[in-house]
């Protein structure tokens, strides 16, 4: 099995975000790490490679600091890597990033893809599935569960409220991968030294340029939220706030 | 002749669902601020039974897409349809629920139309005559105003409760039904669905809970769980989590509060190391009363709270549980 993963870089969870001079973007002093649900796509590649033997490759565009998701990808058993590498590339739109790398794999010969549901920074829920329709290949989204057989795979897609659906598609296709499919691994020291030798091809800009086109939506304004919601804040000493809340849950409230 | 919203609406196990008047109640209000003409369709395999109670709605008219091929639910069938339905009636916008079901085509339809798709908005702004959508960024911490830069057809998903469904309009009389049928070759739909099921043995309906304690990633442990649980049992309360602590299998799945779980409206949500992810946030936000406790002053949660408590759960919640069973054995 061939699987390639598309992972993203994007600002640590609980990394305090600023705008930028401009309020054009956020201001990049923050800490990074892999989209949470690109590193469960990650997983579960390497767990179908150890399954059924193969190659798993993980592609990223962005500039040069995100070569370190791909970098923790290969540390964690992934073969090769590659990397759109190009500050410019931040700013592309879904549409333009699933082409970007659709030009950027035009010559290899995948049968899965995965990219996780969505990601933390836009949260918009679309690269994958764009990805699917460029390549002409099915998909399926928001999968906790994938097996092989012999007409090609079963997956499980997750629904709202508590349902599931078995779902059987012919290879090669595209799963956007929900979290908690697996448990992560953690990469070994073993397999950081390996992956210093593991290749990560880079891919210019110039090499996909051809390929994308101006950005289909544009964001206007970028701002913090105003708050509509009054909140109070309660304070003092723990035995403090237990006794101010307990006043609002019985008096304000009525819940005691 | 104004331009027109098309609200594509969603239905499931033979009934339309709910969040779709969400989207009526999103385009009228659309259709209101632009002066456009608000249209609503319906897809399926026997759409048209599906038909008349959004006709009942304040729309100018319904289109019934129908075709064996539409049932059940796949990407490439409801793609296709809805192609053929927009080049054919070419709306200047597109609107839907965002839904499991919508996230799984609508980023296909639009591509196959050379579009694109701004998702999961939470409201929209007519300003100078342009059409801006908001929608959060960085799990909540950010806000964007985005417009469309390419040419009609413009396709929108709204997030779930950014509208409220009770409010959408009824019509002064009925609208105009027009049934339209699909057109889908063979060899198009690829995959084949089976049957929708509910996995976890549905032991606790969290919707009917008059309180609820729920638990984050910021218990840290599952032993640490039980500090909530002790909560939970004084205040009389069903315990709740968001989704990293079922995914670990700290607690069943028919616990899990968000977007994959349930969506509660409880009297009272405490939310105990809850960031407040907008995947869990759409399962809550419409609470009566949220209190929040969380270290992290920055954390989202506290943008929906109605009392903050900015603090380490673990020194906040002992002694506000020994409060709690104090003031109820009549001290």
């Known amino acids: 099995m061939k699987i390639l993963v598309c992972m993203k870089q994007v600002p640590q969870k609980d990394a305090p975000l600023k705008l930028n001079e401009t309020a054009a973007w956020i201001r990049e002093d923050v800490s990074y790490e892999v989209n949470e649900p690109d590193a469960f796509a990650l997983e579960e590649a390497l767990r179908q490679k150890e399954k059924h033997t193969g190659e798993v490759v993980v592609i990223t565009s962005g500039p040069a600091r995100s070569q370190q998701v791909l970098r923790e990808a290969l540390a964690k058993g992934a073969d090769r890597a590659i990397h759109l590498e190009d500050n410019a590339f931040v700013g592309l739109d879904a549409l333009n990033t699933a082409k970007a790398f659709a030009a950027a794999i035009k010559d290899e010969k995948f049968d899965l893809i995965f990219t996780g549901l969505q990601s933390d920074d836009y949260g918009y829920a679309q690269t994958g599935v764009i990805l699917a329709e460029l390549l002409g290949w099915p998909h399926a989204t928001i999968i906790m569960h994938l097996e092989k057989n012999d007409s090609g795979i079963r997956v499980k897609r997750e629904l709202e409220a508590g349902f599931f659906q078995f779902v059987d598609m012919p290879l090669p296709a595209v799963l956007t991968i929900q979290s908690g499919i697996n448990k992560l691994r953690y990469a070994t020291l073993i397999g950081i030294k390996q992956a210093k030798n593991k290749p990560i091809r880079k891919v210019a800009m110039a090499e996909v340029q051809s390929a994308i086109g101006e950005n289909l939506q544009k964001i206007e304004h970028l701002y913090v939220p105003q708050k509509t919601k009054k909140t109070e804040h309660i ?22 | 002749m104004p331009d027109t919203i098309l609200v594509v609406v ?45 006709a009942a709605k304040k729309v100018a008219k319904v289109y019934a897409v129908e075709s064996p091929k539409l049932e059940p639910y796949t990407p490439d069938a409801f793609a296709a349809a809805l192609k053929q339905l927009i080049t054919a009636k070419q709306p200047k916008l597109v609107l839907m629920p965002h839904t499991y079901q919508v996230r799984d085509f609508v980023p296909k339809l639009a591509t196959a139309m050379g579009r694109a798709v701004i998702s999961d908005c939470i409201g929209f702004k007519h300003e100078n005559g342009k059409l801006l959508f908001t929608r959060q960024m960085f799990q909540g911490k950010l806000a964007a105003d985005v417009s469309f830069a390419s040419d009609a057809p413009w396709f929108a998903t709204f997030q779930n409760g950014a509208f409220r469904g009770d409010k959408a309009e009824a019509g002064t009389a009925v609208a105009p039904v027009e ?19 509910k996995e976890a043995k549905q032991a606790v309906d969290l919707t009917q809970a008059e309180v609820i304690v729920a638990v984050g990633r910021g218990i840290k442990e599952q032993k640490n769980i039980v500090i909530a649980q002790q909560l939970a049992d004084a205040l009389g309360a069903d315990l709740a989590a968001s989704r990293p602590i079922c995914d670990n299998g700290w607690l069943p799945m028919d616990r ?6 349930q969506t509660v409206a409880p009297k009272l949500y405490l939310a105990l190391g809850i960031s407040g992810a907008i995947q869990h946030i759409v399962g809550m936000k419409g609470a009566r009363t949220i209190i929040a406790v969380n270290k992290d002053t920055e954390a989202p949660i506290f ?19 020994e409060e709690v069973k104090k003031v109820k054995a009549g001290g």
């Open chain 1, 235 to 256: 304070e003092g000493s723990p035995a403090e706030i237990a006794k101010k809340l307990v006043d609002k849950l019985r008096n304000e409230l009525r819940v005691l």
């Open chain 2, 179 to 197: 049934t339209v049928n699909a057109d889908i070759a063979d060899g198009v739909v690829r995959n084949k669905p089976q049957e929708v099921f």
């Open chain 2, 10 to 54: 969603e239905q499931r196990e033979g009934k339309l669902n709910r969040v779709s008047w969400e989207t009526i109640t999103a385009g009228q209000a659309v259709a209101a601020a632009t002066g456009w003409t608000l249209e609503a369709a319906v897809v399926g395999g026997t759409a048209s039974t599906f038909a008349a109670e959004v």
């Open chain 2, 256 to 261: 899990q509060i968000g977007s994959s779980g």
């Open chain 2, 303 to 321: 943008e929906i709270a109605d009392y903050a408590i900015v603090g380490n759960l673990f020194d906040i919640v002992p002694p506000l549980t």
